[in-house]
């Protein structure tokens, strides 16, 4: 089952193995631009044969960088190196995506930063402004405009990235959103920025669109599974196709590691929801990802640490699962 296709939307994955956004930092003119690293290190995967192969967190700002050091896609002409480096994984036989964000008050550049509240992350942080209503209109249309250039960029699928304490989740989070107006109080107001954002990108995408969720914040006043597949069956009502279920991250806490261990989180959603989920998590063997999706877990397989380990994981899972996969013509001697 890892093997078979998958349709999501008006596109059609060749696998269920999905390269997971991962952060390379690795733009040293902090301009925010594609540099010859990102296209090495995504195309190689793509070669590897993972079906979709999602970009790094790219910000909608330039405020809204994790680090100086990410990737951007808060200006046009962001555009071009983005086009090339869609182009050559698609040369691969792969799709692309984006994962489009805004790092909120774990925003490490200069200047100000900016969260729903003025709370910081921890007691090593910068305390953010909170942003005025005025503010948070100006941050749905930087998502909108980013799915915009995604699209003329040729990208196949838009991430909206909605977990990890980042600035859609801090709304999300009763830990970080401590506003009294529409955009906070209860989860449908805490939902607000969210529901927004994804309204502003169905507006100018009409490809797949991804949310990747913290669908546990491991904190008793925090939100936990049961108010994420209410926002799930909210989310998909708006347009919203797969639900990413990652965790944590919204505030400092001790997470307990094993493999799969936010599975239990995309199964929930999946059947509650009533909505396609991606699990990731210390998934690395082959016949754990098959076993999830022949479960029913989850309908997508999310690889992160494991495919920087080795960018050719699923022509290996294939010849371990005796499943028959087109592999490059180039390196075919060397797997059959």
Known sequence: MLFTPYKIRNIELKNRVVMSPMCMYSCPEEDGKVTNFHKTHYTSRAAGQAGLIILEASAVTEQGRISANDLGIWSDAHIEGLRELAALVHQQGSKIGIQIAHAGRKAMVHGEIVAPSAIAFNEQSRTPSELTVEQIGENVRAFQAAARRAAEAGFDVIEIHGAHGYLINEFLSPLANHREDAYGGDRDKRFRF??????????????????????????????????????????????????????????????????????????????????????????????????IIQQEQADLIFLGRELLRNPYWPSLAAKQLQAAIELPQQYKRAWL
């Open 194 to 291: 969210l529901e927004e954002t994804i309204v502003a990108v169905r507006a100018v995408w009409d490809g797949p669109l991804l949310v990747r969720v913290s669908a546990n914040e491991y904190h008793p006043e925090g939100n936990g599974i049961s108010d994420y597949v209410y926002y799930s069956k909210r989310m998909k009502q708006l347009g919203v196709d797969l639900v990413d279920c990652s965790s944590g991250a919204v505030v400092p806490a001790s997470i307990e590691l094993y493999p799969g261990y936010q599975v239990p989180y995309a199964e929930q959603i999946r059947k509650e929801a009533g909505i396609a989920t991606g699990a990731v998590g210390l998934i690395t063997e082959a016949e754990h990802a098959d076993r």
